[in-house]
């Protein structure tokens, strides 16, 4: 699908780098994934099932050459707030970029700044046309971002795992926020 870039880049906004994930950010990723925030991600798990979401997401990055960004806040200790971007494991339906914020780093627009440069970023550097957004029907505070994004609902799309309800929000490659 991709092919492997000799440098990953990094991703700047105004108030953001992206950058890619790196052992340092175990901890809170870690901890993310334990916690009740992480309900709709595919966490609110034990340790050990956190653990293997985490080496999960270094070894997307080491096997597909792309994966979810690390976010930090330019300027400050590097420490990791959230993590946005693309995802395709095996199996997935679709092209996906997904968004995680930490808690405390919510209510910032820092989810919707750095999703517009990890879309962008699918578009130019994977030269993904189609992307999604898999969300679950409960999370009121995704399916608005993804709308703010330009994304739509799309009832009729594949999800991922049958067992496990969510919404395909689709972006549209015109009009990209």
């Known amino acids: 699908m991709t092919t492997f870039a000799a440098h990953t880049p990094v991703l700047r906004t105004a108030r953001l780098t992206l950058r890619q994930p790196a052992p340092l950010d175990e901890a809170a990723v870690?901890?993310?994934?334990?916690?009740e925030r992480s309900q709709y991600a595919g966490g609110f798990v034990p340790r050990f099932?956190?653990?293997?979401?985490?080496?999960?997401?270094?070894?997307?990055?080491?096997?597909?050459?792309?994966?979810?960004w690390a976010v930090t806040e330019t300027g400050r200790d590097d420490a990791i707030i959230g993590l946005v971007g693309p995802y395709y494991p095996d199996g997935w339906p679709e092209t996906e970029c997904g968004w995680l914020m930490f808690d405390g780093h919510e209510g910032k627009g820092y989810a919707f700044e750095a999703a517009?440069?990890?879309?962008?970023?699918?578009?130019?550097?994977?030269?993904?046309?189609?992307i999604v957004h898999y969300i679950a029907p409960p999370n009121r505070r995704s399916i608005a971002l993804a709308e703010r994004l330009g994304a739509r609902l799309d009832a009729g799309a594949t999800v991922p795992k049958p067992e496990d309800p969510c919404l395909v929000y689709r972006q549209p490659l015109a009009g990209m926020a």
Do not use: E, I, P
Not at 117 to 125: G, I, N, P, S
């Open 30 to 35: 870690v901890a993310f994934y334990m916690s």
């Open 116 to 130: 517009q440069a990890a879309l962008q970023d699918c578009r130019t550097r994977l030269g993904w046309t189609d």
């Open 49 to 68: 099932r956190a653990c293997s979401n985490f080496f999960a997401l270094l070894g997307h990055w080491q096997c597909r050459g792309f994966g979810l």
